[in-house]
């Protein structure tokens, strides 16, 4: 089945006409995906926004430290779900789904992040981040308890919070703009 969508319900700007810098940025990602995500083309019409977006997603999505990234995107993928954000759900889980050579486990996560059946690393993480998501001014040294528990350490209940946080933004963007996957996502990893 194939839909056609509007990118956001404010438009959009195309890559060959985004300002110098957003251009180079975004080339070699277009370059090695064959498209231009949406995320781009829809916060591109507000260029200093995208940069800020863009330098706090890459400081923590393309860390080397603490959490793996495929643990980073599982984050995203949990969170996105409770927040019901389509195009990060979309969007992240085929990068899950291509970090982790797990194909089933990023639309297990999509779909029931709760209840999924996930090792005891991968159980704390998701239940950090749905905590961090779902009842934030509650969260306290019980949570922070259970996660040192099953083995994170200080760093990695950070990248947890941070990229929750981060994603919290992302999704009510996407959800003011109705920003729209792109349908090569859907197939992406699997």
């Known amino acids: 089945m194939t839909m056609t969508h509007e990118v956001s319900r404010f438009g959009h700007v195309e890559l060959d006409e985004m300002p110098d810098d957003l251009r180079e940025r975004i080339a ?14 829809a916060l591109a019409r507000r260029p200093r ?3 800020a977006f863009l330098d706090y997603h890459d400081a923590l999505m393309d860390s080397d430290d603490g959490l793996s990234k495929a ?9 996105s779900a409770v927040n019901d954000c389509t195009y990060c759900v979309v969007a992240h889980g085929a990068i899950l789904r291509i970090r982790t050579k797990e194909p089933e486990l990023a639309d297990r996560v999509a779909t029931n992040p709760r209840g999924v059946e996930l090792d005891p690393r991968r ?3 998701v239940d950090l981040a749905l905590s961090l998501t779902t009842g934030s001014a509650a969260f306290g040294e019980t ?4 996660a040192r528990d099953a083995g994170l350490d200080d760093d990695e209940i950070w990248d947890v919070g941070a990229i929750t946080a981060l994603f919290a933004l992302s999704n009510r963007m996407a959800h003011l703009t109705a920003m729209q996957p792109n349908p090569e996502f859907f197939a992406m990893g699997r």
């Open 28 to 41: 070699p990602i277009a370059e090695r995906s064959g498209f231009v995500p949406n995320v781009f083309r």
């Open 49 to 51: 926004e995208l940069r």
């Open 71 to 79: 643990e980073r995107e599982l984050v995203v993928v949990a969170s």
């Open 123 to 125: 159980r704390a993480i």
């Open 143 to 146: 949570e922070l308890a259970a």
